[in-house]
């Protein structure tokens, strides 16, 4: 039985998608659910998976193509697996196993960065199989032959004196690869952050101290109290910046048009980094959530958005943006607006700094803060206040759990 392969229904905000991978190719088998092309969209990646046992009998949009909402992208043959992948004609099945530009072989060359002509061909006219690369990837030592060239008959030897070997690199490649559709729209929304928002950023110094000396004593019973659930330094900044939002209404509120929009909740968004570009899925209701919700929250976010699981609604809504470019070694950054909100934390890394206390000098872990924020919503007197308010809970934690 044939059936149609179609791209999902997409959201009103989402005009089209691009088919970004297929992970099945037509003559391959699969079982009904398995994960057959990915499609990505200016949000989110959303996954089409085969609707029975079978395979595709026909791929109607390839890579790269851009897709409507219900469009036909592919045909697939249901039923037996065996049978269904005869119904690929063996010329065709052949096609595709040996095309060296095919799905498989350039995905597989894409992700590990790898130039074709080291790779043993050893298909039909050489081309190259994804078993190939496979192979090579397992031992690099094995290279393509270089063909020497053949040499005119002479008469006879005549000694010659012979140029040195070149010591110099054997390669020097490079590799033009389309910006996806995410990421482009990553660096959109960027620019119209800066081109359109007053952005300004004010910084300060956090003392780490109180929060580590907290988590060291209580890890352990936390994480047997809360199912093995961790505790980590974001819920905190989490439930400070939470705090913080009630006490300044115009950082959490939002601008739509000419309208300010203030809302009496908190639903803070959390920067995580995947292989396709930085997402920010939302924590909703922060506000009466206990630190091991939080912790547990950000751990299934990260988890869905490193798989490519996020949906539209885990994306949208957010009042307020934390990202922590601390984790890879940032010492001071300036973040970038998350329109249409207003402000957005900037979270670094824990450096151990000299620093005055009590008319003492002595050695603190210190990380710096950014509060980047819409001067046209926020005045600078809010936003500096705000960064205060977020330095005085982390710094006294138990004010956290006080409200004080």
């Known amino acids: 039985m044939s059936i149609e392969i179609k791209a999902p229904s997409f959201p009103e905000s989402v005009a089209d998608g691009t088919i970004a991978t297929w992970h099945k190719q037509p003559g391959q088998a699969c079982k009904r659910d398995d994960l057959i092309v990915d499609i990505e969209t200016d949000k989110v990646v959303m996954e089409v998976v085969a609707p029975a046992d079978g395979s595709l009998s026909e791929i109607m949009a390839g890579e790269g193509s851009t897709v409507l909402s219900n469009e036909v992208i592919a045909m697939f043959v249901a039923g037996d697996v065996a049978a269904a992948a005869q119904a690929v004609t063996a010329t065709e099945a052949d096609a595709v196993a040996l095309d060296a530009s095919g799905p498989a072989v350039r995905k597989l060359l894409h992700e590990n960065n790898l130039d074709a002509s080291l790779v043993v061909g050893t298909g039909k006219g050489g081309r190259l199989l994804k078993e190939d690369v496979l192979n090579y990837l397992k031992n690099p030592s094995v290279v393509a032959p270089v063909a020497a060239p053949v040499a005119a008959p002479v008469a006879a030897p005549v000694a010659t004196e012979m140029p040195a070997p070149s ?24 620019v119209s952050a800066q081109n359109e928002a007053a952005m300004l950023t004010t910084y300060n110094e956090v003392d780490m101290s109180p929060i580590m000396a907290l988590r060291k004593q209580y890890k352990t019973q936390f994480e047997k109290a809360h199912n093995g659930t961790r505790l980590g330094f974001m819920s905190f900044f989490v439930k400070a910046a939470a705090e913080a939002l009630k006490r300044f209404p115009a950082v959490n509120a939002s601008l739509d048009g000419n309208d300010m929009v203030y809302h009496a909740y908190q639903d803070i968004s959390v920067a995580v980094s995947t292989d396709r570009g930085l997402v920010v899925p939302v924590l909703r209701d922060v506000e009466a959530m206990t630190l091991a919700d939080i912790e547990k929250g950000i751990v299934g976010l990260a988890t869905q958005a490193k798989a490519g699981k996020l949906t539209l609604e885990d994306m949208q809504g957010g009042t307020f943006t934390i990202t922590n470019g601390g984790i890879f070694g940032s010492l001071l950054s300036t973040p970038i607006l998350n329109a249409p909100q207003t402000a957005i934390l900037g979270m670094h890394t824990i450096q151990e700094r000299p620093v005055a206390e009590n008319g003492q000098v002595v050695i603190r872990p210190m990380m710096y803060l950014a509060l980047s924020y819409d001067h046209r919503m926020i005045d600078g007197k809010d936003a500096v206040q705000f960064l205060v308010t977020i330095k005085e809970l982390l710094q006294d934690p138990a004010r956290i759990l006080l409200e004080i």
């Open 167 to 190: 010591t110099g690199p054997t390669h020097r490649t490079s590799r033009r690869v389309p910006m996806t559709r995410l990421r482009s729209t990553i660096a959109k929304r960027l």
